[in-house]
T-cell receptor, first 112, second 113 residues
Framework: GENVEQHPSTLSVQEGDSAVIKCTYS??????FPWYKQELGKGPQLIID?????GEKKDQRIAVTLNKTAKHFSLHITETQPEDSAVYFC???????????FGKGTSLLVTP | ETGVTQSPTHLIKTRGQQVTLRCSSQ?????VSWYQQALGQGPQFIFQ???????GRGNFPPRFSGLQFPNYSSELNVNALELDDSALYLC????????????FGPGTRLTVL
């Protein structure tokens, strides 16, 4: 089955700096790669996603890149703010009707 | 638009008991997936329901079962609870025809003593 690895497990940055989280996946059939933000006591919130026919997608301060050849994708957060502090999960899926396979998460701390 | 809701929020059971968790999908969504999230881990796929039928299952034993109702709401049932079943149980809904955008509820925290 699909195996998703995520690094780093913890990340601490100063407010205003950029944060980068990286994931690799094993199944070349995966074609959908979402990122979720999970705050304490809440369910995961979809923040951005990318499909295999796209190399990069941006939404305000958040961007995701995908390298299908190398089977890795990354989340980039610019101009970080304290409210960005949370656990971030990457996931990979073969599309509609298939499971989301999650990484183990990255705990991001943004200090003022 | 109403988001995904789950009940109850918290639940405490003893080993060997049975539990039922409930989920109401987001408006317009007809597919429901269930995930188990152990502390400090990513969610693990349990199964998915589409048109009231199980449509895919992860590596979970048969004592984990589910239902989907005509209004697309869903239940997760766990029999013969074990201590390792203690986790956050998440429900996610999605709509056929989308790539696989799944929207999660707040989860039910199950503690097995």
């Amino acid at each position: 089955g699909e195996n998703v690895e995520q690094h780093p497990s913890t990340l601490s940055v100063q407010e205003g700096d950029s944060a980068v989280i990286k994931c690799t996946y094993s199944d070349s059939a995966s074609n959908y790669f979402p990122w979720y933000k999970q705050e304490l006591g809440k369910g995961p919130q979809l923040i951005i996603d990318i499909r295999s026919n796209v190399g990069e997608k941006k939404d305000q301060r958040i961007a995701v890149t995908l390298n299908k050849t190398a089977k890795h994708f990354s989340l980039h957060i610019t101009e970080t703010q304290p409210e960005d502090s949370a656990v971030y999960f990457c996931a990979a899926s073969m599309g509609t009707g298939y499971a989301l396979n999650f990484g183990k998460g990255t705990s991001l701390l943004v200090t003022p | 638009e109403t988001g995904v809701t789950q009940s109850p929020t918290h639940l405490i059971k003893t080993r060997g008991q049975q539990v039922t968790l409930r989920c109401s999908s987001q408006s317009g969504h007809n597919t429901v997936s269930w995930y188990q999230q152990a502390l400090g881990q990513g969610p693990q796929f349990i199964f998915q329901y589409y048109r009231e039928e199980e449509n895919g299952r992860g590596n979970f034993p048969p004592r984990f079962s589910g239902l989907q109702f005509p209004n697309y709401s869903s239940e997760l049932n766990v029999n013969a609870l074990e201590l390792d079943d203690s986790a956050l149980y998440l429900c996610a809904s999605s709509r056929e025809g989308t790539y696989n955008e799944q929207f999660f509820g707040p989860g039910t925290r199950l503690t097995v003593l």
